[in-house]
């Protein structure tokens, strides 16, 4: 069983370097031809960045395959060796000392990807304002959150596991529950913990919004502004909560950057989410991938942990499932995508239709810009990892003239909102 596992990750990883190693040439190739939507010099810079992550990323998973082929030979086993010290005495602290043991592992691991990630490829190119301390600040944050609501829902779980017959069931039911309050308390509870959010100071802006919103049918808890700029000078925004937590989100960086008319027109394809009902067909789609992975965690044959020389014990069980789960989000996530990138399209005509589609148009342009996103990627790229349709597609469903670009050079900001009549 575990061979045929093993072997199943390695065509997973496999398929991932190859996808990796194809969007890299792709890239190369594709740098040396007209710069598209921005100058040359950024059009270069975008894609010396996409192929620096790009390099990471192919890091990052041959680091998870051997990570993966550890776990399988020696880390469960290691695992249950500290455990089932406590396992008379306690098989709830046992499934715990092993979860949380797995959790440090993975989380060790993955620390040095992170690091390099911000201080050398994001310093690189102009990304991130994170110092070490506000690094390390965050990443204490993130283990006491680990420790405070992490280890707690272990434990739930673990209870659930031993305490039913139909333990996957019910610890589905729970789980989804869970995934919820946390979205309903995100942008109250847990967001201000690393970032300050404070109330839109720009009345008339705020009056914009606020109209967008009611003609949409949405009330939302405020319009605020998050501090991003401490950290980095990406630009966003978004939605966030359900229900009387609900908030609109400005990165302090995008009001730097886009007019008036542009963050309506972004803010509208955003309300577009909201009149189409996505975030609740998103939601259907995770809750399948939920289901199956619960089941399949209720069904695991016991001769998996004989040949992991462990014992299935609940966390032995869990971490198991948490092993394998890349591997089925692997699979079920280009569904989730095909279904993703069809919404985008309907939120950008929402978007478009409130806020006009010259000002989505250079909007788009600008947060490509600003963010240094490369703006063309290889068709097996796209179908794994794009959540959103590809840049040009959008702007060419929204009437851009992208003919127009041959023939002139763009502006120094790398914008221009030129649309077909």
């Known amino acids: 069983m575990l061979q045929a596992l093993i072997i199943l990750f390695s065509v997973y990883t496999a398929i991932k370097v190859y996808v990796s190693v194809m969007q890299m040439g792709y890239i190369i190739d594709e740098k040396r031809k007209?710069?598209?939507?921005?100058t040359k010099a950024k059009y270069q810079e975008a894609a010396k960045y996409a192929v620096a992550k790009e390099k990471l990323d192919l890091t990052a998973h041959l680091v998870e395959y051997l990570l993966f082929i550890w776990w399988i030979l020696a880390g469960f086993e290691v695992m249950y060796g500290f455990a089932s010290q406590y396992l008379a005495e306690s098989p709830f602290l046992a499934s715990i000392i092993f979860l949380v043991g797995y959790f440090t592992i993975e989380y060790i691991v993955s620390l040095p990807l992170s690091i390099y990630q911000t201080f050398v490829i994001d310093k690189q190119f102009g990304f991130?304002?994170?110092?070490?301390?506000?690094?390390i600040i965050d990443q204490i944050k993130s283990i006491m959150l680990f420790f405070t609501i992490g280890i707690g829902v272990m434990a739930l779980l673990v209870w659930i596991i031993e305490s039913f017959e139909m333990w996957w069931l019910y610890g589905f039911v729970t789980i989804m529950a869970i995934l919820l309050i946390i979205n309903f308390a995100y942008p109250t509870i847990i967001a201000p913990m690393f970032n300050k959010f404070t109330p839109l100071e720009d009345k008339e802006l705020q009056k914009k919004i606020e109209v967008l919103m009611e003609n949409a049918g949405m009330k939302a808890n405020g319009v605020f502004v998050m501090d991003a700029s401490k950290r980095d000078n990406r630009l966003n925004a978004y939605f966030g909560g359900f229900g009387k937590s609900k908030r609109v989100v400005l990165f302090d960086t995008l009001l730097s950057k886009l007019s008036h008319d542009e963050l309506i027109a972004v803010l509208g394809h955003e309300l577009g989410h909201y009149k189409h009902g996505d975030i609740w067909k998103n939601v259907a789609l995770m809750t399948i991938l939920f289901f199956?992975?619960?089941?399949?965690?209720?069904?695991?044959?016991?001769?998996?942990?004989?040949?992991?020389?462990?014992?299935?014990?609940?966390?032995?069980?869990?971490?198991?499932?948490?092993?394998?789960?890349p591997l089925l989000t692997f699979i079920w996530m280009p569904i989730i995508s095909l279904f993703s990138r069809h919404n985008e399209y309907q939120a950008d005509k929402y978007g478009s239709g409130v806020g006009g589609k010259e000002h989505l148009v250079s909007a788009l342009i600008k947060l490509v810009g600003e963010n240094k996103a490369f703006p063309k990627?290889?068709?097996?790229?796209?179908f794994f990892y794009y959540s959103h349709p590809p840049i040009l597609e959008r702007l060419k469903?929204?009437?851009?003239?992208?003919?127009?670009?041959?023939?002139?050079?763009?502006p120094d900001d790398g914008i221009f909102s030129f649309i077909k009549k």
């Not at 998996?304 to 948490?322: D, H, Q, S, V």
């Not at 990627?377 to 796209?382: D, E, V």
């Not at 003239?401 to 763009?410: A, F, G, I, T, V």
């Open 34 to 38: 007209d710069a598209v939507l921005m």
């Open 128 to 135: 991130t304002k994170s110092t070490p301390k506000l690094f």
């Open 292 to 325: 199956v992975v619960f089941y399949l965690l209720g069904h695991l044959p016991e001769s998996i942990f004989t040949e992991l020389r462990t014992a299935p014990i609940a966390g032995a069980k869990i971490a198991f499932i948490m092993l394998v789960f």
């Open 377 to 382: 990627s290889h068709p097996l790229y796209i």
């Open 397 to 410: 469903v929204l009437g851009f003239d992208e003919s127009y670009k041959n023939e002139s050079p763009l």
